[in-house]
């Protein structure tokens, strides 16, 4: 298969964007605006982009207080944490506009302590939200399984995030299957009262708790009780904080930006990430053949992105030729 080249486009390019009298308007060429990275203000980006183009947003804004990235208008140096949930929430307006009625939009959002205080800026940011029209539909515990030490003594150390799970409306599309567990309940890990002992034995949970009057687990039809494919995906992931070489920072794992990824498009699909940073939700949309557009207003991160994705040397096919190529 030939490797794919992308290229960066500027936000007033006239091949995605034209600016007139400081309108941005969609071009003859916007209609078709996938896989790139555009450099420019996301506010303004999005509005140009045309409404339901999207199945999927994943994305990790910059947080309050966190890092300066040294570029103009950036987000997460605001004055007061509200003028912060303002602007996520003016971003994620265009976002909601630019996203299909049935598609999903993954937010992962860091805390912040101020003077010894927990700000609580996710579930600010989350409850600002649903003010707004995005229905919320989960909250995953993101349990960075290789967290950073701290030297804090008054408090327990931090080592989670939140990922929230939003929709547009009531429907959408959501694939279970694609991101199902492995079942422990015959695992050394289980906590099923006899564990192991249990399977595939007529009355063989006789514990009288969620279990009891499963008819297939109390005739020993183990194999309709329990998916083939694995239990339905949990609330905490544990997923391993990555680096990448040229960022000097702890980037966007993929591994977490898949289990998103997965759930909520199909293969041809295309992914958005408003605040692209290095590229990994870009990245791992190619990789599992997703189109995809990214946005950021930093244009050595836009650099860094195309980097990535001028390196990867295979990819899956776009094209969906059936229910296996789901995922």
Known sequence: MKRSEYSLKEHACMHVL??????????????????????????????????????????????????????????????????????????FAECRRVLRPDGLFWLNIGDKYLGG???????????????????????????????MPASVKNRPTTDHEYVFMFSRGNEY???????????ITFTEESRMMGGRNHFGK????????????NP??????????FHPLGRNKRTVWSIALSKFPEAHFAVFPEKLVETCLLASTRRGDCVLDPFCGSGTTLLVSRKFGR????????????????KRLNGLQQVLPLESQGREDLV
Not at 24 to 29: C, G, H, K, N
Not at 123 to 137: I, K, P, S, Y
Not at 173 to 183: G, K, S, T, V, W
Not at 203 to 210: L, S
Request: aromatic content about 8%; charged content about 25%.
């Open 18 to 91: 034209r600016e007139r009298g400081g309108d941005y308007i969609l071009s003859r060429e916007a209609q078709k605006v996938t896989d790139v990275v555009i450099h420019g203000d996301a506010v303004q980006v999005l509005m140009a982009l045309p409404e339901h183009s999207v199945q999927a947003i994943i994305t990790s804004p910059p947080y309050y207080k966190q890092r300066d990235y040294n570029t103009k208008d950036q987000l997460g140096n605001e004055q007061t944490a509200e003028e912060y949930v303002r602007k996520l929430v003016s971003v």
């Open 117 to 147: 205080r927990l700000l609580g800026m996710p579930w600010r940011v989350a409850l600002a939200l649903c003010e707004t029209g995005w229905v919320l539909r989960c909250d995953v515990i993101w349990h960075k399984s290789n967290a």
């Open 173 to 183: 599309f959501y694939n279970a299957d694609a991101i199902r567990e492995p079942h």
């Open 202 to 213: 007529r009355g063989g949970t006789p514990e009288q708790g969620k279990n009891r009057g």
């Open 216 to 225: 297939n687990l109390h005739s020993g039809r183990w194999d309709q009780a």
């Open 291 to 306: 189109h995809f557009i990214g946005i950021d207003i930093n244009i050595n991160y836009c650099k860094m992105s195309l």
